[in-house]
């Protein structure tokens, strides 16, 4: 049943990204047509969706139904055209529209984008969107490795971060990283170490060790790792209401031991078997300690016993891909990158031996042998038992950005982010000495707005609508920039022909056209070709197929 519905919701996931992507690109072409109408000019078709199974002629315009949901188009052959005398479908030819007609027209397709991302916006507005992260005014340093740009410059454990690039902030660490990846040259962080203030500025650099598509991207990802604070929101009637928690309420420690993140969180809740934990709680400056008692996750399968690592098949041996902090493995000395030889003396060749083993055991101690370079070492862990509990608590704060902050915002993170890959381009073409951490391999083609259509709705409703308005606001910026065959470039050569009042000749039109659309492509196969790639990581994972036994968040 659990693997039906986690199919059922994988399908829901991908219409949701059909019906997304259709709609911000019919609106774009609805803008087209209505502004055609308006200033009418001759129209040969309008579409929704591609591959028409369905076609109606009314009013001279075919009206067209297409069975690939991806949208629509309109064909507009005295805007588009790059003759000096347009033709329609059926070779009539037609009277060259006024620049003011195509300016209008090309406009409109823009303007609608930003329109239906208005109207989607206020929706956000409404419900809000959940943040990943609190928002914090400060940043304290969990721990940093040495090999690092960030230590060599001065930061250090401990260390408060107070402003960045001089000014404060007020940031999730999600929006605390993309500042970082979007500054030009050095970052500038301003520290506080116990009484001191210092300006600690490094040059950020591709970090292969960052969480989830960061690492795999090669973005500069800060190499410290946060004190994220985790901050509760109790529900009514819920353990955690009961034990006196309220809005906002941070937890700094359970059962004597820190929590550093939400990982910490719950592992602490989930490995507790129902027993009552003491919390130690931040609320208003003052910290004090209260009593909470997990439940059990209704409808939650059977408790399992696990170790705390992650494993990856590598050629044919398991290795240990990765550790949960604090687990049982971890704790006993395992380490990223060991390969598990064998458990109690037994060979471990296959992802499913150990988690069956040490579950089939109940939880007793196990011995495994550690191959680690050229040591093979016996190290005994002891599993932990672990169940699906929970306190009863939101951790995540939401957010109602409302929708002129989301069409400014998505204005500056589009600039931000072509300023930065044109640096990149300029610095390696020796054209500029500023460096920044952007490529053009970052940008996204339809497959990699997809994918993340994808990751968005399975995250939550809001956010996958959140995305659907940025994608929105980001189509028209895009359509807008004045180059040939976008709608930027119509209204730039309609504008050049209001001021000189001539037009440029069709032969001219149809190279700059050609040149451009051959440019078009070639960046969008470049675009797609790494987008793909992501693709196959994400869903083959061409390296390793990669196991965890290790509980996912609940």
């Known amino acids: 049943m659990d693997l039906f519905l986690e199919y059922l919701e994988m399908a829901g996931a991908v219409i949701f990204v059909f019906v997304a992507l259709g709609f911000c690109i019919f609106s774009h072409e609805l803008g087209h047509f209505l502004a055609g109408k308006l200033m009418g000019l001759h129209i040969d078709a309008f579409s929704i969706g591609f591959r028409p199974v369905w076609r109606k002629k009314y009013k001279g315009v075919e009206y067209r139904i297409g069975w690939l949901p991806l949208g629509g188009y309109v064909e507009l052959p005295q805007v588009d055209a790059s003759d000096d005398i347009p033709k329609s479908a059926d070779g009539t030819e037609l009277p060259p529209a006024s620049p003011k007609a195509r300016i209008v027209t090309a406009v409109a397709g823009p303007l609608f984008n930003i329109i ?55 940031h999730t660490w999600e929006k605390f990283v993309e500042k970082i990846l979007f500054t030009i040259n050095e970052v500038t962080l301003e520290v506080k170490r116990g009484d001191q203030i210092l300006q600690i500025s490094y040059l950020p650099a591709e970090n292969p060790d960052a969480p989830g ?52 969180f719950t592992s602490a809740i989930n490995f507790s078997n129902g027993r009552t934990l003491v919390f130690e709680v931040l609320r208003d400056g003052k910290t004090f300690s209260c009593q909470v008692t997990p439940r059990k996750v209704p409808g939650s399968r059977d408790e399992r016993f696990l170790t705390g690592i992650t494993m990856a098949l590598t050629g044919n041996q398991i290795k240990v891909a990765s550790l949960m902090a604090g687990g049982a493995a971890a704790k006993a000395g395992v380490k990223a990158d060991d390969i598990i030889a064998a458990v109690d003396g037994n060979a471990v060749n296959t992802l499913q031996y150990l988690p069956e083993y040490i579950n089939k055991n109940r939880g007793k101690c196990v011995t495994l042998t550690i191959l680690r370079g050229r040591e093979t070492i016996n190290i005994p862990v002891t599993p932990k038992r672990f169940g699906h509990y929970e306190i009863g608590v939101e951790l995540a704060a939401y957010n109602h950005p409302n929708p002129l902050e989301l ?148």
């Open 213 to 264: 598509k960061a690492g795999k991207e090669k973005l500069a990802y800060p190499f410290f790792k946060p004190l994220l604070p985790i901050k509760l929101y109790p529900l009514p009637d819920s353990p955690a209401e009961k034990a006196g928690l309220r809005d906002g309420d941070i937890v700094t420690g359970i059962d004597g031991e820190a929590v550093s993140g939400l990982e910490n």
């Open 116 to 170: 239906s991302g208005l109207l989607l916006g206020c929706i956000v507005w409404a419900v809000g969107v959940p943040e990943a992260t609190p928002r914090m005014r400060e940043i304290k340093v969990l721990s940093i490795p040495e090999n690092c740009p960030e230590y060599a410059a001065g930061l250090r454990k401990d260390d408060v971060i107070t402003k960045l690039n001089g000014e404060s902030f007020h």
């Open 407 to 554: 069409f400014w915002s998505t204005i500056e993170m589009s600039w931000k982010s072509l300023r930065g890959i044109a640096t990149t381009i300029g610095n390696k073409l020796h054209l500029t000495d500023s460096r920044s951490s952007l490529k053009p391999s970052h940008m996204s083609s339809t497959l990699g707005i997809g994918m993340a259509l994808y990751d968005s709705i399975r995250t939550s409703p809001a956010y996958g609508l959140y995305l659907m308005v940025v994608i929105s606001f980001a189509l028209a910026i895009f359509n807008l920039l004045p180059l040939p065959v976008l709608d930027g470039g119509h209204i730039l050569f309609g504008v050049l022909e209001l001021l000189t009042g001539k037009r440029i000749p069709g032969n001219v039109m149809k190279v700059i056209s050609y040149i451009f659309v051959a440019l078009l492509i070639l960046l969008t196969l470049w675009i797609t070709f790494y987008d793909g790639r992501r693709f196959v990581q994400k869903f083959t994972d061409d390296k390793a197929e990669v196991v965890k036994n290790a509980p996912s968040n609940p």
